[in-house]
């Protein structure tokens, strides 16, 4: 393992999703921060097939930082569930690894 995860969420506004992303880099809860192009959303809410147009944003950040981007992410989102997927990276470039980690930290100068 790596110590460095890969979390998701998905929002209906484009440019909510470029203030969640943004905010987390600049607070260094993640080092990058990657929103999907818009795409179709079909699923099940409230007894209600439903569809919409979602923007995923990809945080790459460490699992001891995931904690506090989860909580700020939630703070900030407009769904009443948000979407909150987290995948371990298990392997990647050393270079881009060590860059991740260390731009997540608390104690990084910018």
């Known amino acids: 393992m790596t110590g460095i995860v890969i979390a998701q969420t998905t929002v209906d506004e484009e440019e909510r999703a470029k203030a969640l992303a943004r905010g987390a880099v600049e607070n ?6 990657h929103i ?6 079909v699923y099940r809410w409230q007894g209600a097939v439903e569809t919409a ?3 995923r944003i990809s945080y790459k950040t460490t699992a001891d930082r995931l904690p506090e981007l989860e909580a700020w992410v939630a703070e900030r989102h407009g769904y009443e569930v948000p979407e909150w997927i987290t995948l371990p990276v298990t392997g990647g470039s050393e270079a881009y690894l060590r860059w991740v980690a ?3 930290s608390t104690g990084a100068a910018g």
């Open 36 to 41: 999907d192009a818009p795409f179709t959303a």
């Open 28 to 33: 260094r809860l993640a080092a990058c921060a």
């Open 53 to 55: 147009r979602e923007w």
């Open 102 to 104: 260390e731009e997540s």
